[in-house]
Nanobody, 124 residues
Framework: VQLQASGGGLVQAGGSLRLSCAAS????????MGWFRQAPGKEREFVAA????????MYADSVKGRFTVSRDNAKNTVFLQMNSLKPEDTAVYYC??????????????????WGRGTQVTVSS
């Protein structure tokens, strides 16, 4: 499966952005999906995950209550709605996927497929 993230940009603190990740080349509903981010000089970190149906989600503590992950299997797309953005949310955001009809993962090693990132910059 090929993944393409979009929707990043520059926003002021307290603002919102919605990231999208379009998938092609596979049966999208067979994959669990994850969002990760990497700030300059830091390791890539988990942000959110969603299972194949969208019925189960998981978030990093740092974004819980502010970010919402969802998916539209008919459109082969996963979304990350980001509200109340903070300067520390500034990073390149990546979507990732792996095959499973059971659960999801917060580990980068358990996502075999990655899209190119999209830059999110939050100004103070």
């Amino acid at each position: 499966v090929q993944l393409q993230a979009s929707g990043g940009g520059l926003v002021q603190a307290g603002g919102s952005l919605r990231l999208s990740c379009a998938a092609s080349g596979g049966t999208f509903s067979s994959y669990y999906m994850g969002w990760f981010r990497q700030a300059p000089g830091k390791e890539r970190e988990f942000v959110a995950a969603i299972n194949w149906s969208g019925g189960s989600t998981m978030y990093a503590d740092s974004v819980k209550g502010r970010f919402t992950v969802s998916r539209d299997n008919a459109k082969n797309t996963v979304f990350l709605q980001m509200n109340s953005l903070k300067p520390e949310d500034t990073a390149v955001y990546y979507c990732a996927a792996d095959l499973s009809l059971v659960g999801y993962s917060r580990r980068t090693a358990e996502h075999r497929y990655w899209g190119r990132g999209t830059q999110v910059t939050v100004s103070s």
